[in-house]
Structure formats: structure tokens, C-alpha cells
């Protein structure tokens, strides 16, 4: 300090300091000259004393235009060194760079001025210093003064010129800072990181690409800034980057997915879009790299399928089907339990589109890995079934087909079929709304017998008969109307003389037994008429409820159509078919007289040809219009007594015992009636507790009021006090 003292006169030291710049700025001068005159001569010692001085009298001093003129005397400084000033930069920077942050924002100024004088002279050289510049610059590109900032940007574009023609720039010491800058929100901030980023990237010797994955969450983060000119900055470099990929995609593909997932489900818009779009490239480029990054992919896919915004729907169903169609090996570290927990967590999604495509990929993998699946088959299979609740049929058709798929095993088909009439029962909504859908498609998918052979084996041992009843009038439904249904029906109508005919009416006649209308209707289906007669007959009042006489209407209509085709030209020949005829009656003899049904089925039976009922012409000339049901039935009866035996009549032996059947049904019938007792006795029990509960509560009211004034007590009423004289008021 003493050799600066002595090498600058002091009338130069005090102009230095002076508040006019014109002054600081002449001693400048002459500071310069002498450090020129020392260089040359090769003092270095006197040199260090005067940046010394300069530094620490001046930079330091707690006087404003004394830090002014040591900034200004240190560039003039490094001037007078030209070439040599290299040497002395670690005394030259450091009290410049501190003088970014002076409270006075004239110091700032010129210490933006003195760096850009002192960067334009030694070039390279201050590459060392680049951090600390560039964290000095970042600060001061958001400073509040409109000339510090002027100041900043020209010096920061001279660091730039500087850094990308330089060969000592260190891109690995400066990523550590640049990531750590990326999270700042000041746009100004922004704009300048940006900037230097796409500077950075345009440098041929710069390897930014590989450093992609420290700053790209960044600039993600500015896609969705609130000014426009920063979106667009930031959208300009992530276009760049992604084309620099799909040229030399050797990158980290893996660590970028990572950002790209949680971008995906970013609330604004565009960040969203271009999220996608990024996945949508790295599913094409990335390879085996992104394999262990699949789950995560799905994850963030799935939720964009339903997007409000049809770009993103466009882009994420072509991400969707180009991830699926990749053919990846567990071995290889393809995960099919993760892959299998994202779809089964998006069964849940309010979306149809999302739980569509999720429902899409347990398909796939259960057909490509099915070992796989399976064995992870107790954390999903609870969600697959709760998903037949689901209120898309076009979800619940998929769920039932992976269902399907799912139950070619034994064990899952039991489970599948318990599930399904356990959820039927806990909501019979469920049943009334999608119980035809469902059954019809598992007919489908599944074996159709097998499937009602389940049902029934389960709907016997149901110990909640209401329930059973409702279920068997469903599944008979189905079987009566279903076009998928069609081989099943034809198996049963030939119930008395095909051995698996006769089998599936075995298996189905114990729960059918619940409702005395769907043992008819496969009676009727089956062609045992003579049992249908027996169980119509066997029926005593308590059946002939209203929802038997729903059930009964639902039946006369379906014999109306394609279904009972075969049924309707057995009546062409009453001799044969004498058991049907009397079941038929037997049926219009329960109907109310006033009914639909009754005329319907009355009308049918009037049709019946009563010449086909005796070889005799003795209804001869009678044609089937006029032909009277009771003159039909009367000589069927006839020919019965007779002795000639319908078809079905011969076949009752042959390995049917339709007597235990009829015991079967009485007993169940019984069953219900019993329970229908029970119930109307606990309703009316409750009701008897109502009303008792009420008269209690009435009593207790009547206790609390006042005892009513005895009529001697009480005040003549108006009326009484006018007839008896009494004034009146």
C-alpha cells in the first residue's frame, strides 16, 4: 500500500475520489499511464501496491465516490497492463465484483463499466472468474435501476462473446450453478438464464445436450410464466434440444423421463402439450433405456387420453398405442407388476377414456404375460371386479373380457362368478341396470352352460330366498330372450332325449325352484309339458301373488315370439301334444279374466285346430277362428282318458324323476311362503310397536297438561251467558 501511496501523486489519489466524474474519470487517465509506465519497466511489486490502493482505500471505502473512483481506477488499471494484466486479476476482480452488490446503484453502474473495460482487455483470461461473474450477472439482470441493467445486458453479451470463443470455459463447474439458478422466478432472472442457455447450446465444443437432464425441469418451469416473451424463449430452446436429440439421441433418457412424468400433469396447458410431446419422442428414440421408466410413462399418459385439450388427446392416445406396441421382456427389466398397478390405480379415473385405455393394457399384458399377472392377480383382481359396477358399458364389456380371460382357470372363474352374484345381491340395481349385459357377455366370452350351471350351483345354496327368487326370474329372462343364449336354449329342448339336455335341466331345476314362473318357462323350454301341468297345478293361493301375476304377463308375451316358435306349432297338433294344452289352460285359468295376458293367450288357444283331436269329422266344417278352447281342451281330455300318451308322457322315466322334482319345488315354494309369513307377521309386529310407542308418547303429553276446569268451575261460555240474562260485554 505504501509503494502505491508513493508511486500516485496525491493530488491524483484526491481527484479519484472527487463527486465530479469528469475529475475521477482524468485521474483514471493518469492512473493508467502510470501503471503502463510500470508494466514496461517491469515493476510488478509498485503494480500490486496500486491495485492494492485502489482496492482497498477506494473500492472498500464506506465513501460512495471513493468507490466509484476505485472502480473506475482499477479498469484503468488493467488497461495500462494490457497484455500483462492477467497476472493481477486476483486482485483486480474480486473488489469489482463485490461492488455488484453496493446499496448505491451509481457504484453498480460503474462496476458493470469497470468489468466490461477490464473483460474487453484480458479476453479469456477471466474465464477463471466465470462463475462468480455469471452469478453477479444473473443478480444484477433483475436489479432495480433501468441503467444497472442496461449496464448488465452490454456486459453480459461481451461474456458471452468472450465464453464462446474461449477453450477454458468449464461446462461441468458451471451446470452445478445454472441448475441451481433455474428454480428463481423473476422474469428478468429467467430471460437471462435462457439466454445463456441457447448461447451455451449454439457453442460446437459445448456438450449442453448431456447436461440436459440438470436444467430441463427449469425450463419446463417456464413454459407456464405468466410473460409471454419468456414462454416463448423457453419453448425456442426445449424445440431445439428435442430436435438435437432426435439427431444424436445418445442421451439420458431415463433421468429426463423422470421430469417429463410430473410435467405431464402440470396444470397449464401448453407445458402439458409439450411434456407429451417430448414422451412421445423418447417412447419412439429411447429404447432399452426407458424400459424401467414404463410405469412412470403409463402414468403420466393415461390421464392426458382425457384431456380438455384435443392436441394433448391426439398426441397421448399415438403415445399410448406406441408404448403398448412395444414388445418388452421381464427379463430384460420390464416390470409388469408396476405396469399393472398403473392401470389398475386409473380403473378410478372420472374419465371413461382413461379407465378404457388402462382396462386396454391389463388385456395386453395378460395375453403377453399372463404367468406375470396372474401372480399379481390379488392386488388387481378386487378393483377388476368392483369395475363391473362401473356406469360405462363400454367399460364393463372390456372389464368382462379381461374377466374372461382371467377365468379360463378354475379358481378364478369360481371367484369371478361368487363375486358377480355377491355384488347383484348388495345392489339389486346393479342387477336390474346391468345384469343382462353382463351375463349375456360372460355366455359370450365364456361357455354359456358352463355359466348358468355356475350360477345355478350357487343360487341353490343362496340363503337369502328373496334375493334367490329375483335372480332366477333375471337369469330365466336372459335365457328366453338372449340371441347369445340361442345353443343353450336349443340344448334344453332337447331335455327328454339328449343326455346333456337332460343334465343341464337337472342342474338348472334346483334354484329355478325359487320362482314357480321360471320352472315353467323351462318346463316349457325343456318340452316336459305333463310337469309344467303338474307344477301349475301343484301352485296353491299364497303363489298367486301380484309379482307371480307380473311374472305370469312377462311369460304369456315372450310365447308370442321367435323364442316359442317350435310351441306354437305343437298346438297344430293337440292329440300329440295334450300335456302342453293343459299347461297352457292351466295358465289362462290363473290369469285375471280382465288382463292382456288372458286375452292374448286366450286368443292363442282358440286358434287350436279341434279337427286334430279325433280321427272322427265330427268337427268337420268348424274352422280354428270359431273353434272353442273348451271343446278343444274337453275332447284332449277325452283322447287322454283314452289312453294315448303324449310325447313328453314317454320320455318322464327315462332318467328324469320329475315326482322328486315336484317335491323339490313344492319344498322350496314353501320355503318362501314361510318366509313371507315371517315377514308380513314382523311388519306387522313393527307397526303394532309404532302405534304403541305413539300412544305411550300420548299418554305421557296428556299427564304433563293441566287437569281441565270441572264444568261447574268453568266461565259461563258467551252463548250460555246470553240465554241466561246475563249483560253481555
Known amino acids: 500500500m505504501a509503494d502505491g501511496l508513493s508511486v500516485i501523486p496525491a493530488a491524483t489519489l484526491r481527484n479519484l475520489s472527487d463527486k465530479l466524474y469528469e475529475k475521477r474519470k482524468n485521474a483514471a487517465l493518469e492512473v493508467e499511464g502510470i501503471v503502463k509506465q510500470l508494466a514496461v519497466a517491469g515493476d510488478h511489486d509498485k503494480i500490486s501496491g496500486v491495485i492494492n490502493l485502489l482496492a482497498n482505500e477506494y473500492t472498500y471505502s464506506p465513501q460512495a465516490n471513493h468507490r466509484k473512483g476505485g472502480l473506475i481506477g482499477l479498469a484503468a488499471a488493467t488497461v495500462g497492463l494490457t497484455s500483462e494484466a492477467a497476472q493481477h486479476l486476483d486482485q483486480i476482480i474480486p473488489p469489482v465484483l463485490n461492488s455488484f452488490s453496493d446499496q448505491d446503484s451509481r457504484v453498480r453502474y460503474y462496476a458493470c463499466e469497470a468489468l466490461y473495460n477490464i473483460a474487453k482487455v484480458v479476453r479469456g483470461d477471466f474465464i477463471v472468474f466465470f462463475n462468480q461473474i455469471f452469478d453477479a450477472l444473473c443478480k444484477l439482470s433483475a436489479d432495480a435501476d433501468a441503467n444497472v441493467q442496461s449496464a448488465a445486458h452490454l456486459l453480459d453479451r461481451l461474456v458471452k462473446d468472450i465464453v464462446t470463443e ?81 439427431n444424436s439421441p445418445s442421451v439420458d433418457y431415463g433421468r429426463m423421463a423422470e421430469i ?51 392436441k394433448i388427446r391426439v398426441v397421448a392416445r399415438e403415445t399410448n398405442e406406441e408404448l403398448r406396441g412395444i414388445q418388452a421382456d421381464p427379463a430384460e427389466g ?59 358399458d363400454e367399460v364393463v364389456l372390456l372389464v368382462l373380457e379381461i374377466h374372461a380371460c382371467i377365468a379360463k382357470d378354475e379358481k378364478h372363474f369360481d371367484q369371478l362368478i361368487v363375486y358377480l352374484v355377491q355384488n347383484f345381491h348388495v345392489d339389486y340395481s346393479l342387477l336390474e341396470k346391468r345384469g343382462a349385459l353382463v351375463i349375456r357377455r360372460l355366455c359370450v366370452l365364456l361357455d354359456a352352460e358352463t355359466v348358468y350351471r355356475k350360477l345355478s350351483s350357487i343360487l341353490q345354496r343362496e340363503p337369502d330366498l328373496d334375493f334367490a327368487s329375483i335372480m332366477v326370474q333375471a337369469l330365466n329372462l336372459i335365457l328366453l330372450t338372449s340371441s347369445e343364449l340361442h345353443n343353450l ?36 323350454l325343456a318340452q316336459t309339458y305333463q310337469h309344467a301341468s303338474s307344477v301349475i297345478q301343484s301352485l296353491v293361493e299364497e303363489d298367486i301373488n301380484l309379482k307371480f301375476l307380473v311374472q305370469l304377463d312377462k311369460l304369456i308375451h315372450l310365447l308370442e315370439t321367435s323364442t316359442f316358435t317350435y310351441l306354437r306349432l305343437q298346438l297344430l297338433e293337440p292329440g300329440r301334444y295334450i300335456w302342453l294344452l293343459k299347461a297352457l289352460y292351466g295358465l289362462l285359468m290363473l290369469l285375471p279374466q280382465q288382463s292382456v295376458a288372458f286375452k292374448i293367450l286366450r286368443t292363442r288357444l282358440k286358434t287350436v285346430p279341434p279337427y286334430s ?81 305413539a300412544k305411550e308418547v300420548q299418554q305421557a303429553d296428556d299427564t304433563k297438561r293441566p287437569s281441565p276446569v270441572p264444568e261447574t268451575n268453568r266461565p259461563p261460555s258467551r252463548s250460555s251467558r246470553k240465554t241466561s240474562g246475563q249483560p253481555q260485554p
Request: glycine share 4%; with cysteine.
Open 334 to 392: 420390464f416390470d409388469v407388476g408396476a405396469i399393472l398397478s398403473v392401470a389398475q390405480n386409473h380403473l378410478s379415473s372420472a374419465w371413461e377414456a382413461t379407465r378404457i385405455e388402462a382396462l386396454h393394457w391389463i388385456s395386453a399384458l395378460l395375453n403377453r404375460h399372463r404367468t406375470e399377472v396372474l401372480s399379481c392377480l390379488s392386488e388387481v383382481f378386487e378393483t377388476l371386479l368392483k369395475a363391473l359396477s362401473d356406469p360405462s
Open 260 to 310: 417429463l412424468v410430473q410435467r405431464a400433469a402440470s396444470g397449464d396447458e401448453f407445458t402439458r402439450l409439450t411434456a407429451i410431446t417430448w414422451i412421445n419422442e423418447f417412447v419412439k428414440l429411447g429404447g432399452d433405456q426407458l424400459v424401467p421408466h414404463y410405469a412412470d410413462i403409463l402414468g403420466a399418459i393415461l390421464p392426458c387420453i382425457s384431456d380438455k385439450e384435443e
Open 166 to 246: 474461449s477453450d477454458q470455459f468449464s461446462i461441468e463447474e458451471f451446470i452445478p450453478l445454472l441448475r441451481e439458478r433455474m428454480n428463481v422466478l423473476n422474469p428478468y432472472v429467467r430471460q437471462f438464464l435462457v439466454g445463456w442457455i441457447t448461447v451455451l447450446d449454439s457453442v460446437p465444443d459445448i456438450d449442453m445436450l448431456g447436461f440436459l437432464p440438470d436444467f430441463l425441469d427449469g425450463l419446463f418451469n417456464m413454459l407456464s410464466d405468466s410473460n409471454h416473451e419468456i414462454r416463448q424463449q423457453a419453448d425456442s430452446a426445449l424445440s431445439e434440444f428435442l430436435q438435437e436429440i432426435k
Open 489 to 524: 336354449r336349443d340344448l334344453l329342448k332337447r331335455t327328454l332325449y339328449n343326455n346333456d339336455g337332460k343334465n343341464l335341466f337337472l342342474s338348472l331345476y334346483p334354484s329355478w325352484c325359487h320362482s314357480p314362473m321360471a320352472i315353467i318357462s323351462l318346463c316349457l
Open 613 to 693: 283331436f279325433s280321427g272322427q269329422q265330427q268337427f268337420k266344417g268348424l274352422s280354428s277362428g270359431n273353434a272353442l278352447p273348451e271343446v278343444a281342451y274337453a275332447s284332449s281330455s277325452k283322447i287322454f282318458e283314452d289312453g294315448v300318451m303324449s310325447a313328453d308322457q314317454r320320455k318322464t322315466d327315462d332318467g328324469i324323476n320329475f315326482a322328486s322334482c315336484l317335491q323339490q319345488f313344492e319344498r322350496v315354494q314353501k320355503q318362501h311362503r314361510l318366509l313371507s309369513k315371517s315377514q308380513v307377521q314382523s311388519q306387522s309386529q313393527s307397526r303394532h310397536n309404532s302405534a304403541s310407542a
